[in-house]
C-alpha cells in the first residue's frame, strides 16, 4: 500500500523553481511549478498531521449540497464553501476510503 505524506521535491532542469513540499503519494508524478517537468523527490515523506485545520482543494460539494453530503457522510466534517475539513491523517485517509478513492503504484 502507497504511504502518503508530506514530500520535498525540486526541479531537475535547474529553471529557478525553488524547491517546495506538498501532500503527495508515494510513486506519485509531480510536475515543476514554473516549468512543469517532472520533478524530483528528495526526501523522505514527512507524517501529514495537520497542526490546524486543513481545506481540501480537491474534496467537496456545492454549499447547497452540505446537508445531503453531511447525511452521506456522518463522520466528516465541510466548510461552510462545501470543503472537507480535515484535522489530522487519519481523517483524510477515512475520506478517501469513504469516497472510494484507491491509490495504485
Known amino acids: ?22 501532500t503527495a503519494w508515494e510513486g506519485q508524478i509531480t510536475t515543476c511549478p514554473s516549468c512543469e517537468t517532472i520533478a524530483a523527490r528528495v526526501d ?26 453531511k447525511q452521506m457522510f456522518p463522520h466528516h466534517e465541510f466548510a461552510p464553501d462545501g470543503r472537507m475539513v480535515f484535522r489530522n491523517a487519519q481523517e ?3 475520506a478517501k476510503k469513504d469516497l472510494g478513492f484507491e491509490h495504485t503504484t
Do not use: T, Y
Open 1 to 22: 500500500m502507497a504511504r502518503g505524506g508530506i514530500f520535498r521535491f525540486r526541479c531537475p532542469v535547474k529553471c529557478g523553481q525553488a524547491p517546495w513540499q506538498q
Open 92 to 94: 483524510f485517509d477515512r
Open 44 to 69: 523522505e515523506p514527512k507524517p501529514a498531521n495537520f497542526s490546524s485545520p486543513h481545506l481540501s482543494r480537491a474534496l467537496g460539494v456545492s454549499p447547497d449540497q452540505i446537508p445531503e453530503a
